[in-house]
Nanobody, 122 residues
């Protein structure tokens, strides 16, 4: 089992920045790929970014590429999502996930945190 706890969400104005954190416990953190996904009100959960266990491979959704950066610190069992140039359409509940693959389909990910809410005002 892997337990995941997110933090860092909040209210920010358009153009602002936030950094989300997700702390993992329970298993060897570096064995797992980590992902960030989000779900806006009334919409399906969608892929945001993923990172391999070593941190050497990352993938981004087109809508966030160039604005968001995923990173991890295996010594701290933590994955981050730095979000810059935020837009109102980035408003969602952001959840981190852990699995052994980097698939962008959220349905394939095994372990999930409870989510942290991000609201971007215009």
């Amino acid at each position: 089992q892997v337990q995941l706890v997110e933090s860092g969400g909040g209210l920010v104005q358009a153009g602002g920045s936030l950094r989300l954190s997700c702390v993992a416990s329970g298993r060897t953190f570096s064995n797992y790929a980590m992902g960030w996904f989000r779900q806006a009100p009334g919409k399906e959960r969608e892929f945001v970014a993923t990172i391999s266990g070593s941190g050497g491979t990352t993938y981004y959704a087109g809508s966030v590429k160039g604005r968001f950066t995923i990173s991890r610190d295996n010594a701290k069992n933590t994955v981050y999502l730095q979000m810059n140039s935020l837009k109102p359409e980035d408003t969602a509940v952001y959840s981190c996930a852990a699995d052994f693959t980097l698939f962008t389909d959220w349905r394939t990910w095994q372990y999930w945190g409870q989510g942290t809410r991000v609201t971007v005002s215009s």
